[in-house]
C-alpha cells in the first residue's frame, strides 16, 4: 500500500504564494496519476489539479493560471506551486495517488489566505 505525506501549507497573505509537497512512499509513484484535492469549510472536496503518469495536466477553473501541479517521479514527489493565493483558496488541501481500482490519500495540510 501507499502512504502519502503532504507538507508546505500555512499562513499566507492574499497575493502571497506557497509551495506544497506530497512524498509517496510504499511503492514508486511513477505508476500512478496524481492529483491535489482540496476542503473548504462547510464545503465538499474538490479537484484542484491532477498530472497523469504520461504527465498532462488538468485544473480546476478557479485556479487556472494560479497553480501549477508537477511531479519528480524520482523523488516520489508531487507539488503543487500556488500563486496569487486569494481567501477563497483556504482550506485543506489532500494528496492523491490513483491507479485503477487503487485509491490513496493523505492526511492533508492546511493553507490559510487571511490578511
Not at 509537497?21 to 509513484?29: D, L, R, Y
Not at 469549510?41 to 498532462?56: D, F, H, N, Y
Not at 500556488?82 to 483556504?90: F, G, I, Q, V
Not at 485543506?92 to 491507479?99: D, I, L, T
Request: glycine share 10%; net charge positive; aromatic share 10%.
Amino acid at each position: 500500500q501507499v502512504q502519502l505525506v503532504e507538507s508546505g501549507g500555512g499562513l499566507v497573505q492574499p497575493g502571497g504564494s506557497l509551495r506544497l509537497s506530497c512524498v509517496a512512499s510504499g511503492s514508486f509513484m511513477s505508476i500512478y496519476d496524481m492529483g491535489w484535492y482540496r476542503q473548504a469549510p462547510g464545503k465538499q472536496r474538490e479537484l484542484v489539479a491532477r498530472i497523469t503518469t504520461g504527465t498532462s495536466t488538468n485544473y480546476a477553473d478557479s485556479v487556472k493560471g494560479r497553480f501549477t501541479i508537477s511531479r519528480e517521479n524520482a523523488k516520489n514527489t508531487v507539488y503543487l506551486q500556488m500563486n496569487s493565493l486569494k481567501p477563497e483558496d483556504t482550506a485543506v488541501y489532500y494528496c492523491n495517488a490513483r491507479r485503477t481500482p487503487m485509491d490513496y490519500w493523505g492526511k492533508g495540510t492546511l493553507v490559510t489566505v487571511s490578511s
